[in-house]
């Protein structure tokens, strides 16, 4: 099976409106042509209708959300729903990230609640697990990434996972420069799809993509998607600057 690999931009808390639409609009226009590779940047929640209309329908570069609320509505203040994201003109969300993990308190069952959340509003979730330098250290690795995927997917079913997207970000690997060597992530990958193969089956672990993420950048994303089971990357700071984040995209 191939899989079409996905480059995707996490903006984080950069860019304000205006300077969202025009890099959205720069990368529209560096991108155009690029074949063989789908294209998403995450920018803030309030930039998204701004640059989706910026960007308009049939734009390769398509647009996801950085976060998600488990519910469809109601008086939850200062959240969004997969409904508002989905109008807002995203097709994905990015749910799970190590900041929010880490800063917000996000745990494996509330990322299970927002993936189930983004699969009611039709979103294409984009699950972020990694482990911590110290649990890589104690070696840990393995476990950390297992029970992430145990926890946060459970309950759902074979068909549900159909859309899923995972991202491994080793988290010591995040914003730090440092970016996992091609052995440990061809480890890692690997060790993934067996693991999907192991919990659901063979055709679905052979259809998700599974991305890599932490200090991607234009000079090391061509080694990292030589790799077998690297079926492209989540970006954040390489991604800001739409001409960095267009070397990445044609690798
Ligand atoms: P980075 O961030 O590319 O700046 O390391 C990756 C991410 O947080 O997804």
Redesign the pocket.
């Known amino acids: 099976m191939t899989r079409i690999p996905l480059i995707a931009g996490?903006w984080?808390m950069y860019k304000t409106g205006t300077q969202a639409v025009a890099a959205a609009k720069q990368l529209a226009d560096l991108s155009k042509g690029a074949q063989g590779v789908d294209i998403m940047i995450a920018p803030t929640a309030l930039s998204l209708p701004l640059v989706a209309a910026a960007l308009g329908k049939n734009s390769q570069v398509r647009l996801g959300a950085q976060n998600i609320y488990p519910g469809k509505e109601g008086a939850f203040t200062g959240e969004v729903s997969g409904e508002m994201i989905r109008d807002a003109g995203a097709d994905y969300v990015i749910i799970g990230?190590?900041?929010r993990r880490q800063y917000f308190g996000e745990t494996d069952e509330s990322v299970g609640l927002k993936i189930r959340a983004a699969l009611d509003a039709e979103l294409t979730p984009v699950m972020?697990i990694g482990e911590t330098e110290s649990q890589r250290e104690a070696d840990k690795t393995f476990f950390v990434l297992d029970k992430q995927i145990s926890d946060g997917l459970k309950g759902f079913d074979l068909e549900e996972l159909d859309s899923l997207i995972l991202?491994y970000?080793p988290v010591w690997?995040?914003?730090?420069g440092k970016t996992a060597g091609p052995e440990q992530v061809k480890e890692v990958h690997g060790f993934l799809r067996h693991l999907l193969k192991e919990k659901y089956a063979d055709e679905l672990a052979a259809k998700i993509r599974i991305l890599y993420?932490?200090?991607?950048k234009p000079g090391n994303i061509k080694d990292l998607m030589q790799l077998e089971d690297v079926d492209g990357a989540?970006?954040?700071?390489?991604?800001l600057n739409p001409e960095d984040f267009n070397k990445i995209i044609r690798f």
């Open positions: 996490n984080k990230h190590s900041e972020c991202a970000e690997a995040i914003g730090t993420g932490g200090s991607v989540l970006v954040g700071g390489a991604s």
